[in-house]
């Protein structure tokens, strides 16, 4: 277990309102990462980090923001929600060699 | 562009019978596979892996098949257990495991009992 713990686990918020996911890690790992989850599109990677003040986007990273200041925690941001970013969202680490990465439970945001 | 694709949304298996799940890969640089597993609620697992060198990797009761001229993996379930139902989702990566993970669409498998 990587000690992995996100917040909220769930939300619900209104177009336009800005939001921000935390994740928080225990075990040092220089490598973070956020997905969201939706039906037919599978996992996909909005945002990532390798390391303090290090992060690179994904395929999905439109309407998003990250932040990592320190090595245990990496924040998503939704500047301005839109119905569109209705989703679970989940962090990831780096796991043992040859596990890929190891995944928090998950925050389930809805844009009303 | 979807680099890894599961084409089979759903399967529902009988209980003690064989779970074959498959994924189709596209990108010839993935040279590293994972099986990872969600339960509701909950974040997805990582279940069994393959490297490109290898066809075959077997842990208990789960065994991941690669077919490299295919681009084509699959996932065996003997026997399917009703804790076994879940989504399962596939996922490529290139340099041996050390670039980022590319997740294919997942497919729920449903054993019954």
């Avoid at chain 1, 599109?41 to 986007?57: A, C, P």
């Avoid at chain 1, 924040?75 to 043992?96: D, I, M, N, P, R």
């Avoid at chain 2, 779970?19 to 596979?33: E, K, P, Q, R």
């Amino acid at each position: 277990d990587a000690g992995i713990t996100q917040s909220p686990r769930h939300k619900v918020t209104e177009t336009g309102t800005p939001v921000t996911l935390r994740c928080h890690q225990t075990e040092n790992h220089r490598y973070m990462y956020w997905y969201r989850q939706d039906p037919g599109h599978g996992l996909r990677l909005i945002h990532y980090s390798y390391g303090v003040k290090d992060t690179d986007k994904g395929e999905v990273s439109d309407g998003y923001s990250v932040s990592r200041s320190k090595t245990e925690d990496f924040l998503l941001t939704l500047e301005s929600a839109t119905s569109s970013q209705t989703s679970v969202y989940f962090c990831a680490v780096t796991g043992g060699k040859g596990y890929g990465y190891t995944f928090g439970s998950g925050t389930r945001l809805t844009v009303v | 562009d979807q680099q890894v694709k599961q084409n089979s949304p759903s399967l529902s298996v009988q209980e003690g019978r064989i779970s074959i799940l498959n994924c189709d890969y596209t990108n010839s640089m993935f040279d590293y596979f994972l099986w990872y597993k969600k339960y509701p609620a909950e974040g997805p697992t990582f279940l069994i892996s393959i490297s490109s060198i290898k066809d075959k990797n077997e842990d208990g009761r789960f065994t991941v098949f690669l077919n490299k001229s295919a681009k084509h993996l699959s996932l065996h379930i003997v026997p399917s257990q009703p804790g076994d139902s879940a989504v399962y989702f596939c996922a490529a990566s290139g340099n041996f495991g050390n670039e980022k993970l590319t997740f294919g669409t997942g497919t729920r498998l449903t054993i019954i009992p």
